[in-house]
């Protein structure tokens, strides 16, 4: 039977722009579920009006304006700080010709003209020489945890800087979709190993990646000496001002220090000393809970979930006696070292516990490292962290403790035009733009609770509660929230939220300005007086999503709407050496009607807010993790969930190895979709594989199997 078989009846109820497996696997339903935030804080309608005139607010005026033309520093880059960084003028090393919006059943991966793709990695591929080729009808535990894991979604390759031609390949795995991995009488036959290969397949995968020289492809090292499986039963420490609380004691760990495992784990960042972060997100579907407050504030149910890992281990089910905690042993920043597969990766509890998308750190003026994270849920928060200690440049032993001790902020927003100027509709307000200030309200300061009637180990372990006591601002599922290494300005993926001013639920406001926003909008932050340590800022939108040729609401800063490409459901965020934004999307076949896909956002100029397309992704898939190495000439992204929607046998995708008949499969291929890393490259000097299509690959040839060097040993 189909796993999605017990959840049909919520196919009318998803939120408008996922397939309902998509909404099953990933988040566990969560838009077809009660919204979780149902506190009474402030909303921004209730406070517009004492916002008027805001222009001069805080004595912001001068910034606002001049932020649209030019930044001086606010954060140091991972190599180095600067006086002064002025953001350059437009253009960027990738040039390219927008591609038209693909539909959305369409099957292919679409690149520009001039440019091929490639896998670098998918599902299954071995990572070690002591790991087997992948063959799907022959999957267990053991062999998926020396495998490349399932639905892929942040992405990094760290470039060794001795040659460039060799580097580490880091991916988190957030999901699985057993509809599509397994064979449906097998999986009603094998539910327990087909839970331990689910577990075996979240996580982490690192992987060395060598190249012939810079601007060519690169392919991934089988048995590479840094190679490392991170799954759902690995060792991580706890580490920060609650390692060792109550809270965080179970029957298996005693001293509250120690978990296995790391799960739903969604975008993430790499430190300026080259550690990853990475957030979890939808943890809770993973855990039965009791029914408290605390557990429906974070959209944990007392019913049996539908993953049923509870059946194999009983730490997934808070009614097993000793296990009552460890759900608050989820919901974290995780920190892993990419270069030492034997080190131990690290859960920082001093940042808080929420559905993290992520988090993203920069260098602040006075030497702190600052880092920010969006909640993703309806009506939830943005949050930043500030550390106690300083970064300190080549000294990575000690920066890789800057995370565990620190001050945490939420962020109020305030507008400044007219409440009754912010209908729902999308209308730009009079003064011509959506934006306003606001303030970081602190949840922790020099190692002590700010919130009244909550401890500190009360308010890192249940951080929206913390939120919702100081009146944060609700937001339209924060998502991505990345600081701009040029500029030093701060953009903020707002995805979507169809339960904005409905039914009782908060109404529009200045930073979210539409009901039923389906397409979701990017918010551009300023720090005040570019001092990202302190807790005043201003901030505007600066796009609206949607299809202009059919949404009078959308929204690219002025930019005519009639030369942008269509957008919706921002997500994942990165930038070009130049400066400009680059945009991928989740959710666009189920609001726009076209496949998932990859945006350039130019930030600068007369053409700020132009919005260009530059590859879309397969039929069912999301576009994740995009990673623009501009200065080569290419553009890497985690395609993850392709033909979702379609089952083990009746796939509805056959991306990337396009086997079209299981019996011509070859040994490490798969008749069906599997969740990849893709590479983008420039074909003007040659390199790279051909396809038979320029335009769809359907054909394509392109198998990514990686080349052994007979070195290093299979882990978990």
């Given at each position: 039977m189909s796993l999605t078989r017990t959840f049909l009846p919520m196919l009318g109820h998803t939120r408008g722009n996922r397939d309902a497996a998509t909404c099953h696997f990933k988040c566990g339903n969560a838009c077809a579920k009660d919204v979780c935030n149902t506190s009474e804080n402030s909303y921004f309608r209730d406070i517009a009006d004492s916002a008027l005139g805001r222009r001069a607010v805080l004595g912001l005026g001068a910034v606002a304006s001049a932020a649209l033309v030019i930044g001086t520093e606010a954060f140091g880059t991972p190599a180095a700080h600067a006086d002064t960084i002025v953001a350059p003028k437009g253009g960027g090393k990738l040039n390219?010709?927008?591609?038209?919006?693909?539909?959305?059943?369409?099957?292919?991966?679409?690149?520009?003209?001039?440019?091929?793709?490639?896998?670098?990695?998918?599902?299954?591929?071995?990572?070690?020489?002591?790991?087997?080729?992948?063959?799907?009808?022959?999957?267990?535990?053991?062999?998926?945890?020396?495998?490349?894991?399932?639905?892929?979604?942040?992405?990094?390759?760290?470039?060794?800087?001795?040659?460039?031609?060799?580097?580490?390949?880091?991916?988190?795995?957030?999901?699985?979709?057993?509809?599509?991995?397994?064979?449906?009488?097998?999986?009603?036959?094998?539910?327990?190993?087909?839970?331990?290969?689910?577990?075996?397949?979240?996580?982490?995968?690192?992987?060395?990646?060598?190249?012939?020289?810079?601007?060519?492809?690169?392919?991934?090292?089988?048995?590479?000496?840094?190679?490392?499986?991170?799954?759902?039963?690995?060792?991580?420490?706890?580490?920060?001002?609650?390692?060792?609380?109550?809270?965080?004691?179970?029957?298996?760990?005693?001293?509250?220090?120690?978990?296995?495992?790391?799960?739903?784990?969604?975008?993430?960042?790499?430190?300026?000393?080259?550690?990853?972060?990475?957030?979890?997100?939808?943890?809770?579907?993973?855990?039965?809970?009791?029914?408290?407050?605390?557990?429906?504030?974070?959209?944990?149910?007392?019913?049996?979930?539908?993953?049923?890992?509870?059946?194999?281990?009983?730490?997934?089910?808070?009614?097993?006696?000793?296990?009552?905690?460890?759900?608050?042993?989820?919901?974290?920043?995780?920190?892993?070292?990419?270069?030492?597969?034997?080190?131990?990766?690290v859960k920082h509890t001093a940042m808080g516990r929420f559905k993290h998308e992520g988090a993203n750190v920069a260098v602040a003026k006075d030497g702190r490292v600052v880092a920010y994270s969006g909640d993703d849920e309806r009506f939830d928060y943005v949050y930043k962290f500030v550390s106690k200690d300083k970064y300190r440049r080549g000294d990575r032993r000690h920066n890789m403790t800057l995370l565990s001790e620190g001050d945490l902020y939420v962020a109020k927003f305030s507008g400044n035009s007219p409440a009754a100027q912010i209908d729902g509709s999308g209308a730009v307000p009079a003064d011509g733009s959506f934006d306003g200030s606001g303030t970081w309200i602190p949840l922790v300061q020099d190692g002590v609770s700010k919130v009244q009637g909550m401890s500190l180990e009360e308010v890192l372990v249940y951080t929206r509660l913390a939120g919702d006591k100081v009146g944060a601002t609700k937001m339209d599922r924060p998502e991505d929230v990345e600081p701009s290494p040029v500029t030093g300005k701060l953009y903020i993926a707002l995805t979507n939220n169809t339960q904005r001013d409905t039914s009782g639920k908060a109404t529009v406001d200045e930073a979210n300005p539409r009901t039923k926003n389906r397409d979701g909008h990017v918010i551009e932050l300023t720090e005040r007086n570019n001092n990202a340590t302190g807790t005043e800022f201003i901030w505007n939108i600066l796009l609206v999503a949607g299809d202009p040729s059919k949404d009078e609401s959308t929204y690219f800063s002025g930019f005519p709407k009639n030369k942008v490409s269509p957008i919706a459901c921002p997500d994942n965020l990165a930038f070009d050496s130049n400066g400009n934004l680059w945009i991928s999307t989740d959710g666009q076949p189920g609001t726009i009607g076209y496949c998932d896909a990859l945006h350039k956002v130019t930030l600068t100029g007369r053409e700020r807010g132009k919005v260009e397309?530059?590859?879309?992704?397969?039929?069912?898939?999301?576009?994740?993790?995009?990673?623009i190495h501009d200065r080569d000439g290419s553009v890497f992204v985690s395609v993850q969930h392709p033909g979702e929607g379609g089952t083990f046998k009746d796939p509805t995708s056959f991306f990337p190895d396009y086997v079209m008949n299981p019996s011509k499969a070859k040994r490490g291929e798969v008749y069906g979709p599997r969740p990849s890393v893709v590479q983008v490259f420039t074909t003007a000097k040659g390199h790279g594989p051909k396809h038979n299509e320029k335009d769809n690959h359907n054909n394509g040839n392109d198998k990514g199997n990686g080349h052994g060097n007979n070195k290093g040993n299979g882990q978990k």
């Open positions: 390219f010709k927008a591609i038209a919006p693909v539909p959305r059943t369409r099957d292919a991966m679409t690149v520009p003209e001039g440019y091929d793709w490639a896998p670098v990695i998918r599902w299954g591929d071995p990572l070690f020489n002591n790991a087997p080729a992948f063959d799907i009808t022959k999957q267990s535990a053991k062999r998926q945890a020396g495998q490349f894991g399932y639905n892929n979604d942040y992405l990094n390759i760290i470039v060794d800087k001795y040659s460039g031609r060799s580097g580490i390949l880091v991916a988190n795995h957030e999901y699985t979709n057993e509809d599509l991995m397994f064979d449906p009488a097998w999986y009603e036959a094998n539910k327990p190993e087909a839970a331990k290969i689910a577990m075996a397949a979240h996580g982490f995968s690192v992987v060395e990646v060598k190249r012939v020289k810079a601007g060519t492809p690169w392919s991934y090292i089988r048995g590479g000496e840094r190679n490392r499986r991170i799954t759902a039963t690995t060792a991580f420490a706890i580490d920060g001002p609650i390692a060792g609380s109550e809270l965080l004691k179970t029957v298996a760990d005693p001293t509250g220090r120690k978990v296995l495992g790391t799960l739903n784990n969604c975008a993430g960042g790499t430190t300026p000393w080259g550690t990853v972060l990475s957030g979890e997100e939808n943890f809770n579907q993973y855990f039965r809970g009791t029914g408290t407050a605390n557990d429906a504030r974070y959209g944990i149910s007392d019913e049996a979930t539908e993953r049923g890992w509870e059946d194999v281990d009983p730490r997934f089910s808070a009614h097993n006696p000793g296990y009552e905690n460890e759900i608050n042993r989820f919901g974290w920043i995780v920190e892993i070292d990419p270069q030492n597969p034997n080190s131990t990766p397309q530059f590859l879309a992704v397969p039929a069912g898939a999301e576009t994740c993790g995009p990673l």
